[in-house]
């Protein structure tokens, strides 16, 4: 049981670059959730996913788009990357909105 | 919508002294209320947490938080750290309600350095 995994662990891209962060879970949970921790912020909710088949956005959803491909999987991705995406990006998975949430062990971008 | 607030970003204590971290929210519903621990380079993880019932928490690693409906706080406390309770911790919080879409709302953290 890994529960929530993250690839990859470290990325490094020029700005215009584009990217997907993968996330997957095997908690067989409904809900699952992207979100980066900048210093000072805490952690900043991009978007979510209820349940297999939806996504919405949270509170910073700009130039993220998000798939959920299955209940397993939900991925982020970068069109285009600017300066100020370099963050740490956390996926979690909770069996329902408003359960807990367990993290992945992030992914540590840096946007040059 | 909720909002936390964490009044400390970082909290120096001896080891064997007690600590106490403070998180405050505001919220025009019922809440439910997390602390979550975040280790270095890694995620977070649950610490404890407040649906319902009584308002002193246990949580794991000897942690425990008092949920104050009047003073609006959820206070996380430890009567004698370690060395290895070093970490970034969260208070975060979420509406009680029956629609099932309330999120989760992060404080801004709170760095808990213990000096040997």
């Known amino acids: 049981n890994a529960g929530v995994t993250q690839t990859p662990k470290f990325q490094v891209l020029k700005t215009g670059q584009s990217m997907t962060l993968q996330c997957a879970q095997d908690m067989n949970h409904n809900s699952m959730y992207w979100y980066r921790q900048d210093p000072g912020m805490g952690l900043r909710l991009i978007y979510y996913?209820?349940?297999?088949?939806?996504?919405d956005k949270g509170e910073v959803p700009n130039g993220y788009n998000v798939s959920r491909l299955n209940k397993r999987e939900f991925s982020l991705r970068l069109e285009s990357a600017a300066p100020s995406q370099t963050s740490v990006y956390f996926c979690a998975s909770s069996p329902g909105q408003q359960e807990t949430q367990y993290f992945g062990p992030g992914t540590r971008l840096l946007v040059l | 919508a909720q909002s936390v607030t964490q009044l400390d970003s970082q909290v120096p204590v001896f080891e064997e002294a007690p600590v106490e971290l403070r998180c405050n929210y505001s919220?025009?519903?019922?809440?439910?209320l997390f602390w979550y621990v975040q280790y270095p380079n890694q995620g977070l993880q649950l610490l404890l947490k407040y649906l319902s019932g009584s308002t002193l928490v246990k949580g794991i690693n000897g942690f425990e938080a008092e949920f104050n409906k009047s003073q609006t706080s959820f206070h996380l406390r430890k009567p004698s750290v370690h060395i290895s309770d070093t970490a970034e911790y969260f208070c975060?919080?979420?509406?009680?309600?029956?629609?099932?879409?309330?999120?989760?709302?992060f404080g801004t953290g709170t760095r808990l350095t213990i000096i040997p």
């Open positions: 919220s025009s519903v019922s809440v439910y």
């Open positions: 975060a919080v979420s509406g009680a309600t029956n629609f099932g879409n309330e999120k989760l709302t």
């Open positions: 996913s209820a349940s297999e088949g939806t996504t």
